[in-house]
Structures are given as C-alpha cells and as structure tokens.
C-alpha cells in the first residue's frame, strides 16, 4: 500500500501535516528531534568509552601475578 505513494503524494502529505500543526509546531518538534539525537549520540559515546575502559582494567587485571620464586618451575 505504502509503496504507491511517489512525491506527489508525498508533498500532499507534508501540506496537510502543515496545515493542521503550523510552523511553529513544526519547527519546535524537530528541534526536540535534534537534541534527542544529540543525546544518544553522546549516551553511545560514554558508553563506548565504559566498555573501553572496563575491558582495559580487565587485561591490567589478567597480568602474571605468579610470585617470582614459581616463575622458574615452569
């Protein structure tokens, strides 16, 4: 159904969504948009960054800890 709609009706669409919001309306919920986008974009990035730091701690925590005397029995 969806797939018969083309850019005629595609500017109908976006007349009507002006018409019955206005500008105003229009312009304030894209801006909501963008700050939403911008947050989870950073929210991505700190989390990447947990994920980095974690898995750094985690290889300082899987270093050798065999006591030097043991080292050589090996």
């Known amino acids: ?8 009706g595609l500017l109908l669409i976006a007349v009507v969504v002006l018409v019955l919001f206005g ?3 229009i312009s ?3 801006g909501e948009v963008g700050k939403g ?6 929210g991505v990035a700190e989390g990447n ?3 980095d730091d ?3 701690d985690a290889a300082e925590a899987a ?4 006591p030097e005397d043991e080292k050589d029995k090996a």
Not at 37 to 42: D, G, Q, R, V
């Open 49 to 51: 960054k947990e994920i």
């Open 37 to 42: 986008i911008t947050s989870f974009k950073k």
């Open 23 to 25: 500008r105003g309306k």
């Open 54 to 56: 974690a898995s750094n």
């Open 63 to 66: 270093k050798d800890v065999t």
């Open 1 to 8: 159904m969806l797939n018969n709609i083309g850019l005629p």
């Open 28 to 30: 304030s919920l894209m």
